[in-house]
């Protein structure tokens, strides 16, 4: 049976992870800094074990590593953090945590996982970045800035992990319809708004950046290493698309 590691894993997308790592054959330590929803995974599913850390802390994340005793074969760096207000407005302290959280928790946790992946000689990591870290969203504060960050870690993580066997690469949700973003989707005029405008006319779900993520931890993605794969159904490279313009013939 194989290990995976998932932090954040008591939210939408993390917790979407998990279960599907465990349909796959995992055996998932389910670490989040809120217990209830890691506790019920854990009764509702065989093979996750719930873990309760802070990311941010290193001692914390060594002490979960241990009590879970496996190797990893796999990290999921999910676990994240948004604080939203217009740049001008925005708190310091706002910023440093959600720097803290997204960039420097998920180096913490991929420093620890790639130690112990360096022995077994082999291991893949998967960092969830953010749409939001390719094109700015106004008003999300330091979210874009670190999910960017995260990006070009990805890409040294897998220069420097690679002669270790070790492979990384990244997963940027665009609209997903869980977790973090699930309140502001409950509206029905966002719903409309938003999905109509994605490409593929609707908003993603949990299991679509799950199921990209299980495919870079799969052999499939032997040979792929330092990549960013957006899973938005086609959002980002519409800009163009959204803008105003008159009517040409044949259009
Ligand atoms: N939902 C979306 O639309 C969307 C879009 C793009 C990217 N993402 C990214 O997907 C990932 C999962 O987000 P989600 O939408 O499921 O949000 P969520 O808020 O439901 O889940 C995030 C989880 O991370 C945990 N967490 C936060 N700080 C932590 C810490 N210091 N230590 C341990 N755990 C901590 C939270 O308790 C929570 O359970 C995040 O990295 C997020 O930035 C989400």
């Known amino acids: 049976m194989k290990n995976a590691i998932v932090t954040g894993a008591g939210g939408g997308i993390g917790a ?12 998932v330590a389910a670490i989040d800094v809120q217990p209830g929803s890691v506790n019920e995974l854990a009764d509702r599913l065989d093979n996750v074990i719930p873990l309760i850390a802070d990311i941010t802390n290193p001692e914390s994340v060594k002490e979960t590593f241990d009590a879970f005793g496996s190797v990893p074969d796999l990290l999921v760096n999910n676990a ?14 706002d910023f440093q945590d959600v720097v803290n959280v997204n960039l420097v928790g998920s180096f913490i946790v991929a420093k620890e996982a790639a130690a112990r992946m360096k022995t077994a000689g082999s291991g893949a990591i998967v ?13 999300s504060g330091a979210y874009g ?5 995260l990006a070009q870690m990805t890409q040294l993580m897998s220069v420097e992990w690679g002669p270790y066997g070790i492979r990384v ?27 109509g ?13 799950a199921k990209a ?11 792929i ?15 163009l698309a959204q803008l105003p313009r008159e009517q040409q013939a044949g259009q």
Do not use: W
Request: glycine fraction near 14%; proline fraction near 5%; charged fraction near 20%.
């Open 16 to 27: 979407c992870i998990t279960e599907l790592a465990v349909n796959l054959g995992y055996r």
């Open 80 to 93: 994240g953090l948004v604080r939203f207000g217009p740049l001008e407005d925005l708190a310091v302290q």
């Open 127 to 139: 960092n969830i970045t953010s749409m939001g870290g390719i094109h700015p969203a106004p008003g």
């Open 145 to 149: 800035a670190t999910k960017s960050g």
């Open 169 to 195: 690469n990244a997963v940027a949700p665009g609209f997903i319809d869980a977790g973090m973003s699930a309140p502001f989707f409950k509206d029905k005029a966002v719903r409309r708004q938003r999905g």
């Open 197 to 209: 405008g994605v490409p593929l006319r609707r908003l993603g779900t949990a299991e679509d950046v």
């Open 213 to 223: 993520v299980m495919f870079l931890a799969s052999d499939d993605a032997a040979y």
């Open 225 to 239: 290493s330092g990549q960013e794969i957006v899973i938005d159904g086609g959002v980002i490279n519409s800009v």
